[in-house]
C-alpha cells in the first residue's frame, strides 16, 4: 500500500495551531492541512451540516493520499468523528483512520485538577453538543464540568483582533461568567484550536492558580503515541518533513492569515469539497 502525508482538517485556522505543535513534535511526517474557510465557522451549525462537511473533507484527503487524517477542529470532533468513525470508515476504507482532539485533551485533565471543577471555553456548538462533559465523565466520573460559549472569541482571532484593547472586553466577560458560576474551577480547557493566539489576553484576566490547558501540545504527544502503538500506521506515512495547504477559500486570502496561525510564510492551493 502506498503511504502518504498526515492529514489535519480543521473548518478554518484554528487547525493551523495544533498543526504547529505536532509539526513540533512529529517533525520527520509529512502533512497536508485542509481548511473549510469557504464555509466557516462550523460553531453555530447543525450536527448534520458539520458532519456532512467534515465527512466532505476526509473523503477529499483519502484521494489525496493520507491514511491517517486528524480533526484538528473541536466542533468537527464533537459533532462528526463518531459518526465517522462508527459508521463511514468501514464502507470507505477500514484500513483508514480518523482521530479527534477532544479525547486527547480530556485524557490529561484528571491529572491536572485538584478542586475536581473544570471550565470548557469553546464555541457554541462545542458547548451544546456536551462532548467534553460526555468524555470526562467516562475518565474521571469525579470532576465537576462548567462550560462557557464564547461566541465572538473567534471573530476576533480571524480578524486579528486578538491582541487589540477591544478584545479585552469580551475575554474578560467570558472569564468572569464561567467562574460566577462556578468559583471551585481550578483548570480551563481552551476547547478551541483559535483560542491559543487569544491567550495573553486569557492570562490576562484569568486568576492566579487557574491552570489554562490548550490542545495543541497534548494532541501532538497523544499523536505520538498513537504511532507508537500502532506501527502498521506508521509505516504507511511518508516522511519527508513537508507540509502543503489546501483551502476552500481564495488562496490568498488564506496565505494572508494562515501566516498569522503558523508563525512563518505559506503557500496554500484552493480545492473544492463535495
Not at 451544546?128 to 472569541?153: F, N
Not at 506508521?234 to 507540509?243: C, D, F, I, M
Request: hydrophobic share 35%; with cysteine; aromatic share 8%.
Amino acid at each position: 500500500m502506498q503511504g502518504g502525508p498526515i492529514g489535519v482538517f480543521d473548518s478554518g485556522y484554528g487547525g493551523l495551531t495544533v498543526l504547529r505543535e505536532i509539526r513540533r513534535t512529529l517533525p520527520q511526517y509529512d502533512y497536508l492541512y485542509l481548511g473549510d474557510n469557504a464555509r466557516a465557522p462550523y460553531g453555530t451549525r447543525s450536527f448534520d451540516v458539520v458532519y456532512e462537511f467534515t465527512l466532505q473533507a476526509v473523503r477529499h484527503l483519502f484521494e489525496r493520499g493520507c491514511h491517517l487524517v486528524i480533526l484538528a477542529c473541536n466542533t468537527a470532533s464533537a459533532k462528526a468523528l463518531r459518526s465517522i468513525q462508527q459508521n463511514d470508515l468501514p464502507r470507505l476504507d477500514p484500513e483508514r483512520r480518523v482521530l479527534g482532539v477532544i479525547r486527547p485533551t480530556v485524557e490529561v485533565v484528571g491529572e491536572m485538577s485538584k478542586s475536581r471543577h473544570v471550565g470548557i471555553m469553546a464555541t457554541e456548538g462545542t458547548i451544546r453538543s456536551h462532548t467534553y462533559e460526555l468524555e470526562l465523565a467516562k475518565l474521571c466520573p469525579d470532576i465537576q464540568v462548567t462550560g462557557e460559549a464564547c461566541p465572538m472569541w473567534v471573530p476576533l482571532v480571524e480578524n486579528e483582533e486578538y491582541d487589540s484593547p477591544g478584545a479585552d472586553y469580551f475575554v474578560r466577560q467570558r472569564i468572569e461568567n464561567l467562574l460566577r458560576r462556578d468559583p471551585l474551577i481550578d483548570s480551563v480547557i481552551l476547547g478551541c484550536t483559535h483560542y491559543p493566539l487569544l491567550l495573553g489576553k486569557i492570562r490576562q484576566f484569568m486568576p492566579q492558580g487557574v491552570r489554562i490547558i490548550e490542545q495543541g501540545s497534548y494532541v501532538a504527544e497523544s499523536l505520538r503515541s498513537y504511532l507508537a502503538r500502532h506501527p502498521e500506521m506508521e509505516r504507511r506515512l511518508t516522511k519527508g518533513g513537508s507540509a502543503h495547504f489546501l483551502t476552500t477559500e481564495q488562496a490568498e486570502a488564506f496565505r494572508s492569515k494562515a501566516t498569522v496561525f503558523m508563525g512563518q510564510q505559506i503557500e496554500a492551493e484552493r480545492v473544492f469539497l463535495e
